[in-house]
């Protein structure tokens, strides 16, 4: 079975801060999919990246970037200088590759960016 | 650019009603997707479907629960007869294959009285 661990609830920054939301995750299958969504507070799940586990290699996006430790089996998300339109639950999320299509969701992060 | 719509985005209905929630996934997409959220929890998977049956479920979706494609742009969840806990914000989504990353719809959130 799979599992996500998102371990912070909620996180509040002052707008301009960086901030790091933490994803650990558990599978036995050595070939998966790892995933960030962000869910403002109109609700919708908005697709931000997708990473193989071959594939190791930090990526960023603007002010995102994504750090990904196969030893650690963690796949933490950074948002530099952070804006109040940043503020939104967001989710990390496992498929593996082998047979399953469904996406297993950690319990989210609440990320509060105030002015 | 193309996205998935649900309808309706708020459904009321009573105890021991059929439900019947809609999707139109992104239109080159051939995995189809239903999810379900209870308010502050996490995104739950219920049923994926692909050329045209059930390709993977969840304990959750149980027989209360069906999917169909009765055109080729609908995708549709019923419920068959509602409990209070059916009450969340249900998630439709699609992907081009079953490798790539899934798009959500705006969900359709359900109140169950």
Same mark, same amino acid.
């Given at each position: 079975?799979?599992?996500?661990?998102?371990?912070?609830?909620?996180?509040?920054?002052?707008?301009?801060?960086?901030?790091?939301?933490?994803?650990?995750?558990?599978?036995?299958?050595?070939?998966?999919?790892?995933?960030?969504?962000?869910?403002?507070?109109?609700?919708?799940?908005?697709?931000?990246?997708?990473?193989?586990?071959?594939?190791?290699?930090?990526?960023?996006?603007?002010?995102?970037?994504?750090?990904?430790?196969?030893?650690?089996?963690?796949?933490?998300?950074?948002?530099?200088?952070?804006?109040?339109?940043?503020?939104?639950?967001?989710?990390?999320?496992?498929?593996?590759?082998?047979?399953?299509?469904?996406?297993?969701?950690?319990?989210?992060?609440?990320?509060?960016?105030?002015? | 650019?193309?996205?998935?719509?649900?309808?309706?985005?708020?459904?009321?209905?009573?105890?021991?009603?059929?439900?019947?929630?809609?999707?139109?996934?992104?239109?080159?997409?051939?995995?189809? @997707?239903?999810?379900?959220?209870?308010?502050?929890?996490?995104?739950?998977?219920?049923?994926?479907? @692909?050329?045209?049956?059930?390709?993977?479920?969840?304990?959750?979706?149980?027989?209360?629960?069906?999917?169909?494609?009765?055109?080729?742009?609908?995708?549709?969840?019923?419920?068959?007869?509602?409990?209070?806990?059916?009450?969340?914000?249900?998630?439709?989504?699609?992907?081009?294959?079953?490798?790539?990353?899934?798009?959500?719809?705006?969900?359709?959130?359900?109140?169950?009285?």
């Amino acid at each position: 079975a799979q599992k996500v661990t998102q371990a912070q609830t909620e996180i509040s920054v002052v707008e301009k801060e960086d901030v790091t939301l933490d994803c650990v995750y558990e599978t036995r299958d050595t070939t998966y999919y790892l995933f960030w969504y962000k869910q403002p507070p109109s609700g919708e799940l908005v697709f931000l990246i997708r990473r193989n586990s071959f594939d190791e290699q930090n990526e960023i996006s603007g002010r995102y970037s994504w750090n990904f430790q196969k030893s650690t089996s963690s796949f933490n998300f950074t948002i530099t200088a952070s804006q109040v339109v940043d503020s939104a639950v967001y989710f990390c999320a496992l498929k593996i590759i082998q047979g399953a299509q469904k996406l297993v969701f950690g319990q989210g992060t609440r990320l509060t960016i105030n002015p | 650019e193309p996205e998935v719509t649900q309808t309706p985005s708020h459904q009321v209905t009573q105890m021991g009603q059929e439900v019947i929630l809609r999707c139109v996934p992104i239109s080159n997409h051939l995995y189809f @997707y239903w999810y379900r959220q209870i308010l502050g929890q996490k995104v739950e998977f219920l049923v994926s479907f @692909y050329n045209n049956e059930i390709s993977e479920k969840s304990e959750i979706f149980d027989d209360q629960f069906s999917v169909e494609r009765p055109d080729g742009s609908n995708f549709t969840l019923k419920i068959r007869s509602t409990k209070l806990e059916d009450s969340a914000m249900y998630f439709c989504a699609s992907s081009v294959d079953r490798f790539y990353e899934q798009y959500f719809g705006p969900g359709t959130r359900l109140t169950v009285t």
